[in-house]
């Protein structure tokens, strides 16, 4: 199943706009997707309708039986199909630590139920911590977003060896990862700037796909509507930037 994880090495710059965008533009097209949110602050839960759920991802990583995550995935509000395994403030502590193989995790709770989708997408901790492992190792894409401020190249640096390490690794399936700008502004000098640096240094790494600052973003997830179904002019353009990061991302198209 292709499977999406977005992270990022700090909080604050968009992730999970860049997760549920996807996850928009999935639900545009009427494909049955999942969304696993693996964030303590369980904003992808949120943005999809979910604010008390009854079992979590964390419900699931405790348990560890191949295919119990089918056990916690709940319709979203989006409908069309489109799914959540939510997450909860505490899913961090109900996890074990790392110990060896516990970075399968993920990929064991999921085994199984994969068919049941043509798209999966992963909401990571804004860290490099045993979460965004799990997913890494669960994943067949990565996508890294960042802001085009000034610690945007050392941590898109980290983000990418980590992801390179894990390609290496243990999971030779997943896809050299995609860095994202969100939030850029290309009236702003210090942006243009530190995308130039990105590209320089990451050159086609870097998506030509870059999400502008608009509001229409947290309106339509305070919402909790997919951002394809927010009618405004800028919520027409972010869906159109979403639909292109989507076919970037899987060029020769679904399975």
């Keep these: 199943m292709p499977t999406i994880a977005v992270l990022s090495m700090k909080g604050g710059v968009g992730k999970t706009t860049l997760a549920l965008g996807l996850a928009s533009a999935a639900w545009n097209r009427h494909w049955r997707t999942l969304i696993v949110d693996l964030d303590p602050q369980a904003n992808a839960s949120m943005g999809v309708g979910l604010m008390d759920p009854a079992l979590t991802v964390g419900d699931a990583l405790a348990d560890g039986r191949p295919g119990v995550a089918a056990e916690a995935i709940v319709p979203s509000t989006w409908g069309r199909g ?34 049941r989708y043509e798209l999966v997408v992963i909401d990571c901790p804004p860290s490099l911590g045993e979460m965004t492992r799990n997913a890494l190792h669960a994943a067949s894409q990565a996508l890294v977003v960042t802001e085009p401020g000034y610690f945007a190249l050392r941590g898109a640096q980290q983000a990418v060896e980590a992801i390179d390490l894990v390609r290496e690794s243990s999971n030779r399936t997943l896809a050299a990862p995609t860095i994202v700008l969100n939030r850029m502004r290309s009236t702003v000098a210090e942006h243009r700037h530190r995308a130039q640096e990105l590209r320089a240094y990451f050159d086609r790494q870097v998506s030509d796909v870059e999400i502008p600052e608009r509001n229409a973003i947290a309106q339509a997830g305070g919402a909790g509507m997919p ?24 060029p020769g198209g679904m399975r």
């Design 82 to 115: 489109t799914y959540v395994l939510p997450s909860e403030p505490a899913v961090e502590h109900r996890v074990a630590e790392a110990t060896p193989g516990s970075e399968q995790r993920l990929r064991t709770v999921l085994a199984g139920i994969g068919h």
């Design 227 to 250: 951002i394809h179904a927010w009618d405004s002019p800028a919520g027409r353009e972010l869906s159109e930037r979403f639909d292109t990061l989507l076919d970037r991302l899987f």
